[in-house]
């Protein structure tokens, strides 16, 4: 049987790649990875523990202690750590404005990217991140960066809040957004950055089926 394809989504922080992805997994019965998902889940599990959240060596150590699992879920992914379900926890305010800390240490990246590469070798995966195009499967066959202004990536986030019966600052929000993404872009290790020859897509005033159906027609000319 022919290998399927690994399709690479990237961008910055909610420009709605894990709700795309994983309608784009669905659809085509291939396999959901949230790499931001592992990031956040070594980052909680560091927070719990106390450790210093830019020591490297030692979070690439708790890293090797720890077993991280994506499962597939009914309505959404499972993260769980060490056997224990952390899919509410490592969405925290906590965990998102740390991660970018520990997602920074090239030890620790150095181990996720191994995971990831493992878990993408037999083909058939959509994998969202930062670095998927550029560092994590290079060789995928389709590569895209979502993007959509920062104004619109915090408004869809202030909105899923309210939905959710959370108070929320949109001003705030947008900071948070714009700080997470100049972290993610100025970093040394594998920076957020779009590869040469990814399809980028401008979410801004797209819905999300509309982003996904041009995902999937990408696809079909890749397969
Ligand atoms: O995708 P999400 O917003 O959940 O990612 C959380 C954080 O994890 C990012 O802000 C970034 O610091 C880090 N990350 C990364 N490389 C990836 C995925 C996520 O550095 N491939």
């Given at each position: 049987m022919k290998k399927k394809i690994n399709i690479a989504i990237d961008g910055p922080a909610g420009a709605g790649k894990s709700t795309v992805a994983r309608q784009v997994a669905d659809n085509l019965t291939f396999l959901y990875i949230d790499t931001g998902a592992m990031y956040r889940a070594l980052t909680y599990k560091a927070i719990e523990k106390g450790i210093d959240l830019e020591d490297g060596p030692l979070l690439k150590k708790l890293l090797d202690e720890t077993v991280i699992d994506l499962q597939v879920g009914e309505k959404e992914q499972h993260v769980l750590i060490d056997n224990r379900d952390v899919t509410t926890d490592i969405r925290s305010y906590d965990v998102t404005n740390n991660v970018s800390f520990v997602a920074r240490q090239s030890e620790v990246r150095k181990e996720m990217v191994k995971r990831q590469k493992l878990l993408a070798n037999k083909g058939g995966v959509v994998m969202d991140g930062r670095d998927i195009g550029t560092y994590v499967l290079p060789e995928s066959e389709l590569k895209v960066f979502l993007s959509a202004s920062v104004e619109e990536r915090a408004m869809r986030r202030y909105k899923e809040l309210l939905e959710n019966g959370i108070e929320a600052d949109f001003e705030r929000i947008k900071k948070e957004i714009a700080l997470r993404d100049k972290r993610d872009s100025e970093r040394e290790v594998a920076p957020l950055?779009?590869?040469?020859?990814?399809?980028?897509?401008?979410?801004?005033?797209?819905?999300?089926?509309?982003?996904?159906?041009?995902?999937?027609?990408?696809a079909k000319e890749r397969a």
């Open positions: 950055v779009k590869a040469k020859d990814a399809t980028e897509i401008d979410t801004t005033s797209m819905t999300i089926s509309e982003v996904v159906n041009s995902i999937l027609q990408l």
